[in-house]
C-alpha cells in the first residue's frame, strides 16, 4: 500500500493519463502501485552498472593493497603482537603524533606499565612522566581512566566488542576500528588521515572530508574494502613480524590470536594507513610506485594535488609569553599547572602571557615571583606550537634576595635540578630547564 499523499499525486497522473477519473479505489491502488515499481526498478538498474563498477574496483583495490602490505609493511614493535593491551596503547600515542616519534615512548611505557592493573594504579605523576614530551596529555589521562574501568568493567580483560571498546574514554571510532581489526581480525572500518587521502584520490571524491555527506561516504567506502578483504586471497605469504627486541611477548605471554587465524582485516586496515603515510602522502606523493595507481581517478585525472579538499586552513594565531627562572642556593622554583588548562598537571617555571604586546619584565617578576628582583638576565626564548597557536616564550634569569624564597611559597615550589628531573614539564618548560642547568649551575 503507498502514502496517502503518494497516492493522491499518483491518482492525478493516473487520471490526467487516462482522461477519465472514473476508478474504483481498489484499481487506483493497483495501477500506483504497478507504477511505484515499476520506477524504482527503473531507478535500480540505472544505478546498476555505478554498482558493478565499484564493486569490480573494490575487488582489484583489496588484493593489491594486501599484496602490497605484505612486502613493504615497516616492521614496527607494536605489529608483532596481537596483544590488545600492546595495540590499545600504540593506536592512543599515535593519534596525533608520528611513529618515529611514539615509538620510544610506547617501549617505555610497556616496560613500565606491563598490564592494565599497573596503568590503573599508577599515580598521575608517573603517567605524566612516562608521557612527557609527547604532547596532548588529556590522552595519557584518557589512558588510565579507560584502564580503570577496564579493570572495574571488564575484568581486567580488553573488551572485543567494537561498542564497548568505543566506549572506553579517548577512544573514538576510528581508534575502535583500528583496535578491533588489529587485535582481533574484525571487519571493523577506519578513517584517519592517511585514509582519507587514500581514498579521495583512488576514488576521486573532491567533497571536503569534514562535511557530514563526504565524510559519510568515505566510511562506507572504508566499510565496503574491509570486508571485502575477508575472502580475499594473496598472491604472497602474509607478513610475520618476529623480530622482538622489547621481549613484548615475554612480559605479555602468548598472543591472543593462533597463527592460522585470517588477518585480511587487520592487514587490509593497516595497508590504508601504510600507503598513505609511505607513498600516497599529502606532499610529493610517490605515484610511480603505488600498487593501486591504475586504479587511481586522482591519477588519471591529474588532481592528486588537489586531493583531499581540505578547505583553507585556519591561520595560526600568535601569543608571547614571559617566564622567570629564579635560582637559590642550587634549587629553583617552579609550579605544577592546575586542572582543567593545556597541559593540566605539568610542570613549569613562573610564567605570564603578554596581552598588550608592551610589558616591564621587572614589574611583571614582581607578580609573579612576590618581590621585585633586582637583576634580570635574558636567559633563552623558545618558539614552539600548540594546536592553532604559535608560541614565543621568552625566559629571563631571575636573581632573588636570599630572604625572598620565604615569601614566595605560594607562587610556586622550590626544587633541585634532581627533584625536578622526576616531575613531568612541558616540552618549552623542559627547554627551559636545560639552558638554566647549563647557563647557571654550570657556570658556578
Not at 627486541?245 to 605479555?252: A, D, E
Not at 581540505?310 to 599547572?337: D, I, M, P, S, Y
Request: net charge positive.
Amino acid at each position: 500500500m503507498v502514502g496517502r499523499a503518494s497516492l493522491r499525486a499518483a491518482v492525478k497522473s493516473l487520471c490526467r493519463n487516462s482522461g477519465s477519473s472514473v476508478a474504483s479505489r481498489q484499481q487506483i491502488v493497483v495501477r500506483v502501485n504497478s507504477k511505484l515499481k515499476t520506477s524504482a526498478f527503473a531507478a535500480s538498474h540505472s544505478a546498476a552498472p555505478a554498482r558493478r563498477l565499484q564493486n569490480s574496483k573494490l575487488a582489484r583495490l583489496v588484493p593489491a593493497l594486501l599484496d602490497w602490505f605484505a612486502k613493504n609493511a615497516r616492521d614496527l614493535p607494536w605489529r608483532r603482537t596481537r596483544d590488545p593491551y600492546a595495540i590499545w596503547v600504540s593506536e592512543i600515542m599515535l593519534q596525533q603524533t608520528q611513529v618515529k616519534t611514539v615509538i620510544p615512548y610506547w617501549e617505555r611505557w610497556l616496560r613500565e606499565l606491563p598490564t592494565f592493573a599497573a596503568v590503573a594504579k599508577a599515580g598521575p605523576n608517573k603517567i605524566h612522566k612516562l608521557w612527557e614530551g609527547l604532547g596532548y596529555y588529556t590522552r595519557a589521562r584518557n589512558l588510565q581512566w579507560a584502564a580503570k574501568q577496564i579493570m572495574e568493567k571488564h575484568g581486567g580483560k580488553f573488551p572485543r566488542n567494537f561498542d564497548d571498546v568505543l566506549a572506553l574514554p579517548g577512544v573514538g571510532r576510528y581508534t575502535a576500528g583500528a583496535i578491533c581489526s588489529i587485535a582481533f581480525s574484525q571487519p571493523t572500518p577506519i578513517l584517519d588521515g592517511n585514509v582519507i587521502r587514500v581514498l579521495t584520490r583512488i576514488f576521486g571524491i573532491a567533497g571536503n572530508p569534514k562535511e557530514k555527506e563526504t565524510n559519510a561516504r568515505l566510511w562506507k567506502l572504508a566499510e565496503a574494502l574491509v570486508l571485502n578483504a575477508g575472502g580475499a586471497r594473496l598472491r604472497r605469504a602474509q607478513t610475520s613480524f618476529t623480530k622482538s627486541p622489547t621481549n613484548h611477548k615475554k612480559r605479555h605471554g602468548p598472543t591472543e590470536s593462533r597463527p592460522t587465524e585470517n588477518t585480511n582485516h587487520s592487514f587490509l586496515n593497516q595497508s590504508l594507513m601504510e600507503l598513505g603515510a609511505l607513498v600516497c602522502t599529502p606532499r610529493n606523493p610517490q605515484c610511480g610506485v603505488c600498487p593501486v595507481k591504475k586504479l587511481c581517478v586522482a591519477l588519471r585525472e591529474n588532481r592528486v594535488n588537489e586531493l583531499p579538499d581540505l578547505g583553507k586552513r585556519e591561520a595560526a594565531t600568535a601569543r608571547r609569553f614571559v617566564a622567570f627562572v629564579a635560582e637559590q642556593n642550587g634549587r629553583f622554583l617552579v609550579r605544577q599547572r592546575p586542572a582543567g588548562v593545556v597541559n593540566a598537571h605539568l610542570w613549569e617555571f613562573p610564567n605570564v602571557e603578554i596581552l598588550n604586546g608592551k610589558s616591564d619584565p621587572k614589574l611583571l617578576a614582581k607578580n609573579i615571583l612576590g618581590a621585585k628582583p633586582p637583576k634580570l638576565q635574558p636567559l633563552c626564548t623558545v618558539i614552539h606550537s600548540i594546536t592553532r597557536y604559535r608560541i614565543t616564550l621568552e625566559a629571563f634569569r631571575a636573581q632573588l634576595r636570599e630572604t625572598s624564597h620565604t615569601n614566595s611559597s605560594k607562587m610556586g615550589i622550590w626544587k633541585t635540578p634532581a627533584q625536578m628531573q622526576q616531575l613531568a614539564f612541558t616540552a618549552a618548560h623542559k627547554k627551559l630547564a636545560s639552558a638554566a642547568f647549563d647557563c647557571i649551575l654550570s657556570a658556578r
